[in-house]
């Protein structure tokens, strides 16, 4: 088992432009989180997907969408990226008894 | 909504205990978790707590809960430089979400 795949790894943008980040997961999980992670922030809920089919604003989500495109896939979209997106984007899922999330290694993200 | 609060900074001498804390806001949560997150990862579960517990014990690991300050502590036994990392204390607050505290980071020193 993979647990939670993220790609790409790293990336670097410049302002307004537009980038997809992947992630899946084979643990067959219903639910699927984005987060970012910025210094002396903790982590921040983007969006979730409490199950196939449905998406949820967190607490930081504007300036993203998100598509739930089946179970096993969650991908974060920035249309038009800007200097304050840069971070560390984290997904994570979970669908076991303790409710705990599995997450992926993270795509570190530049926008310049 | 209210933040979960954990000091951000911990140094110890390899070999010392480390006891990391944290205070909660839900009493309604049903399990308390302790995540590792080390340089460059992502986060890994170090150990959980359900909330009708008191205490739980695992190898070095201890984690204590008081529901009544709702707060949540992890004592590492032993520490060693692996041990480094930033930890983070969540609580489920239900509707399929985890509040997580902003992480303590962990040094541990020859």
């Known amino acids: 088992n993979a647990g939670v795949t993220q790609t790409p790894k790293f990336q670097v943008l410049k302002t307004g432009q537009s980038m997809t980040l992947q992630c899946a997961q084979d643990?067959?999980?219903?639910?699927m989180y984005w987060y970012r992670q910025d210094p002396g922030m903790g982590l921040r809920l983007i969006y979730y997907s409490a199950s196939e089919g449905t998406t949820d604003k967190g607490e930081v989500p504007n300036g993203y969408n998100v598509s739930r495109l089946n179970k096993r896939e969650f991908s974060l979209r920035l249309e038009s990226a800007a200097p304050s997106q840069t971070s560390v984007y984290f997904c994570a899922s979970s669908g076991g008894l303790l409710d705990e999330q599995f997450f992926g290694p993270g795509t570190r993200l530049t926008v310049l | 909504g209210e933040d979960v609060e954990q000091s951000l900074f911990l140094s110890v001498r390899e070999g010392d205990s480390s006891v990391i804390n944290c205070t909660y806001t839900d009493s309604s949560s049903t399990y308390l978790y302790w995540y590792k997150q080390e340089p460059g990862a992502g986060l890994q579960l170090l150990t959980y707590?359900?909330?009708?517990?008191d205490m739980k014990q695992d190898q070095r690991l201890t984690v204590l809960l008081n529901k009544k300050d709702k707060h949540l502590s992890l004592r590492i036994a032993d520490t060693q430089t692996g041990d480094s990392a930033i930890y983070f204390c969540?609580?489920?607050?239900?509707?399929?979400?985890?509040?997580f505290g902003k992480g303590t980071m962990l040094l541990v020193s020859p």
């Open positions: 707590i359900f909330s009708n517990m």
């Open positions: 969540a609580e489920n607050r239900g509707y399929s979400t985890l509040t």
């Open positions: 643990m067959n999980h219903n639910s």
